[in-house]
């Protein structure tokens, strides 16, 4: 699947197992249900949008991603203040997050690139 070979799926995948393994012994399941639950969903979105059949599944997805980024760079956060986490990790995963959330947004430009390049096409072909 072509979704597999992307870096950004890749890198997304490794840091949700990290987050699993940091929070493995956390007591509070709520907090850490919901640090998993985001940290997995961007690896899942990704690989959703990217074999979705249109452009704008496609986009979707990936900024639904995104969103889950944010989510988890959040649960981080709180994380790190409510002493669950600490602040080299904290640090060592939001800087992952901007990354991945910048990587996304390439994506998503390259993506939106086609879209208007095969509009672009659709136009030459209604003009004959």
């Known amino acids: 699947m072509y979704h ?10 490794n840091l949700s197992v990290e987050i699993y393994q940091l929070t ?10 919901q640090i998993t639950r ?3 969903s961007v690896a ?16 979707k997805f990936l900024f ?9 760079k959040t649960q981080l956060v709180i ?17 992952e997050t901007e990354e991945l959330d910048r990587m996304l947004s390439g994506l998503i430009k390259k993506v939106e690139s ?6 672009k096409v659709e136009s030459k072909r209604k003009a004959f």
């Open 79 to 95: 994380g790190e203040r409510i002493g669950y986490l600490s602040n080299q990790h904290v640090a060592k995963y939001k800087q």
């Open 4 to 13: 597999e070979k992307l870096n950004v799926w890749q890198r997304s995948c």
């Open 38 to 40: 985001s940290s997995l």
């Open 64 to 72: 639904i991603a995104k969103g889950s980024l944010a989510e988890l």
């Open 24 to 33: 493995n012994a956390l007591s509070d399941f709520g907090f850490r249900n």
């Open 44 to 59: 899942s979105n990704i690989a959703e949008g990217i074999e979705k059949p249109t452009i704008n599944d496609k986009i």
């Open 114 to 119: 086609r879209r208007q390049a095969s509009s």
